[in-house]
């Protein structure tokens, strides 16, 4: 890819794709995170 | 550097000043409160833009450079573990050590710990270690901020240096309208905007990323491979692990960043952070490593391979263009500089000097507590960068390395394993740091081939464990802290989404509660 | 006949309705209900500190709360306070002492503007004490959990489920 190595390719590519792949896990476990709006009146 | 960089340049800070005192007028006095008394959010995207600038500095635009030109794709290595940094982060400490400070009172990481593991040499211990590699990291933006004003400017070295640590001085000491949310935005957008445009303008000189590799591929195809120039490094997967950890989990022993855990408003604010973190590192990390891999053929008779950046821009961009981008990077290593400062100026006073000299110091003399450490580190790093500056890839490779070999367990464990006791922390600090620091200056890198973050974590890690099992039963977990504990994990059967929902600076006045109500006193 | 105590209480914005329908929203358990109030204290400060600006130094007040019972200081937004009767078995007291409360509002509020303002310089901050101040919280029973509502704020907390 792009000239590249195989090697090189898949540490360049390979490990943003697994920290995309974590945070999208992060933000499917934190989804009860997101507040209303509403009560959200914080000190 | 021509007349129109340095118009440019100049032209910058009017602007950054114009912001700053155009926001102090349009509040007049009540933005100011209201500013201080800092519940209120700047929107999540300045929240978000402003956390990433920050760690935007010297070691970005000289280190990571300076390594790509220097060892080709084998840097990359350092990227990839760094673009998961922020969000790692978030995910394992995030939240758990927001309502911990809260609750045990905490002001700062240092005190944080001392709480946690209670133990006056803990205190100590961190407190020392922490200005003493703090005090290297603020080296590192003193040669990048010298080095950037004298390629600029076209002043000899010294003036230069002296004038960029004059300046951060003057920031430290006096700076705090320059910090105002406003001009931190205006900033990350002029860095973001510039950086792009060195890459594009670098990639596009080449004919596309394609042929550029190919072109180094003539040039010598070993800085294709991830092994480094000549495969030197070749099958060293202890270095490789190394490079990996250190702004993965490195960042984790960084107290400000870890302090900014403790600041965190609401949980949703970490959750945008955390992505926004992810997006923006997507781009950002590995930007500088590639500019220094193009610089391979875009400089090839460059001789300080970490002025790779700078010269990449000053040859590609319109004068105008590089004016705006190099202010905007002198800016955001002066304002890394100037955090750094605060946070060791704020160790020293707070938790060396009062701690343990002068209980009751008053607030004047905490301030010259501070500044006199400040100035200290200014005196004795300007020196240092004039006589012999080190690269700045080697000198925060070493900071990271033992800081975060040092901390990396015991700010983990301070929220995850409720057997993490003081006899733990205080080893496996001491072990941590040691090691790494023995590491770097033994011949053990080449002759074990592990790096010294590799090794200074895996036997902080171990001495956590071992010595906290060990002497359960001498110097066990206080029960205060315990109940803390599961009162930040929130263990009990309370539904998560009602937990995580919840407002964290109430954690306090819930236990309070809580105990009341469990003691019949109601 | 339960006994009053007359103390000085943030003024209620949230009522016991509000936080009923709140928790009962949030759990989604119409059998909710108020269980009780808990008045909790604060010893309440005026800071006036000087802040460098563009234009010189700057005075600004700034409220500063000391929870009585863990310590604990923040900053907080100026909110109405009023003399209200309250039952004293909602009341409850800390054993922290003023001169401590003192020196812990006048730690927070140095360490705040430090951190704030990003600089390294005296704020000659100096403490008008105003005394204990009281908010109060409602305790929601609601079939997952036991809430306590804010009643300036609107925020929440869990509290344990009591015990069977």
Known sequence: MFGLPLETSLVVFGFPAAWIIYTAVFLYRSRDWVKDSSEDEGS | ?522 | MSEREHVIIARTSFSATDALCFAASLTGDIEAKVESDIIYPYYCFDATCSVPTMVGRKKVSLLCLVDAINGLGATADNFELKSEAVDTKSLLRGDMGDTDAREIAHRTVTHHLGRKLRTITTFDVSLQARGLVHKRFWIVQTSEARVMVDSTTGGFHPLKLRAA
Not at chain 2, 115 to 123: D, I, N
Not at chain 2, 263 to 288: C, S
Not at chain 2, 338 to 367: C, H, K, W
Not at chain 2, 482 to 495: H, R, S, T
Request: hydrophobic share 55%.
């Open chain 2, 1 to 522: 550097m021509s007349g129109t960089v340095i118009f440019f340049l100049v032209l910058y800070y009017v602007i950054v000043l114009g912001i700053g005192y155009w926001a102090m007028r349009r509040g007049a006095g009540d933005d100011l409160e209201g500013y201080l008394l800092g519940g209120r959010d700047v929107g999540p995207m300045t929240t978000a833009l402003t956390l990433q600038s920050t760690s935007m500095s010297g070691y970005m635009f000289l280190g990571a450079g300076g390594l790509g030109f220097a060892q080709g794709y084998w840097a990359m290595w350092f990227a990839v573990g760094d673009i998961g940094g922020g969000v790692l982060n978030l995910s394992i400490i995030g939240r758990r050590m927001r309502k911990l400070s809260q609750m045990m009172g905490a002001l700062t990481s240092i005190e944080y710990l001392e709480k946690r593991y209670p133990s006056a040499a803990v205190r100590l211990f961190a407190g020392v270690l922490t200005v003493f590699l703090l005090g290297f990291y603020v080296l590192a933006q003193f040669i990048a901020g010298g080095k950037g004003m004298a390629l600029v400017t076209g002043i000899p070295y010294p003036a230069a240096l002296a004038i960029a640590v004059g300046i951060i001085l003057i920031y430290t000491f006096m700076g705090g309208y320059l910090a105002v949310a406003y001009t931190d935005f205006f900033q990350s957008i002029v860095m973001l905007v510039g950086v792009m445009w060195i890459v594009i303008a670098a990639l596009s000189e080449l004919g596309g990323l394609t042929a550029a590799n190919n072109a180094i591929s003539n040039v010598d195809p070993t800085l294709l491979s991830m092994w480094g120039r000549d495969l030197g490094f070749q099958g060293q997967w202890g270095v490789v692990a190394g490079a990996l950890l250190i702004f993965s989990v490195g960042y984790m022993g960084w107290p400000h960043v870890v302090t900014r855990h403790m600041a965190m408003q609401r949980p949703a604010t970490a959750r945008r952070a955390g992505l926004w973190a992810t997006l923006w590192n997507l781009f950002f990390v590995p930007a500088p490593y590639l500019v220094g891999i193009l610089a391979i053929l875009i400089l090839p008779g460059l001789d300080d391979p970490e002025m790779a950046i700078f010269r990449v821009a000053e040859k590609l961009l319109p004068a105008a263009v590089t004016g705006l981008v190099m202010a905007a990077i002198m800016a955001a290593i002066m304002s890394t500089a100037d955090s750094l400062l605060l946070q060791t100026g704020s160790i020293a006073s707070r938790d060396l000097y009062e701690r343990f000299i002068q209980p009751n110091a008053s607030e004047r003399q905490m301030v010259l507590v501070s500044r006199g450490l400040v100035l200290a580190i200014a005196i004795i790093g300007y020196l240092v960068a004039l006589v012999e500056p080190p690269s700045v890839f080697s000198i925060v490779i070493f900071a990271t390395s033992v800081l975060g070999s040092a901390f990396l367990p015991a700010y983990v464990c301070a929220v995850w394993w409720k057997k993490a006791n003081t006899p733990g922390a205080l080893t496996s600090m001491v072990t941590g740091a040691a090691v790494a620091f023995a590491w770097e200056y033994t011949g053990y890198v080449e002759s074990t081939q592990i790096a010294p973050m590799l090794a200074g974590v895996i036997s902080s890690t171990t001495t956590m464990v071992v010595v906290s099992l060990l002497t359960q039963k001498i110097a066990p977990v206080p029960a205060d802290i315990l109940e803390i504990m599961d009162e930040a994990a929130a263990i009990g059967p309370i539904p998560k989404r009602l937990l995580a929902t919840s407002d964290p600076t109430l954690a306090a006045e819930a236990a309070a509660v809580q105990a009341a109500i469990d003691s019949g006193a109601r």
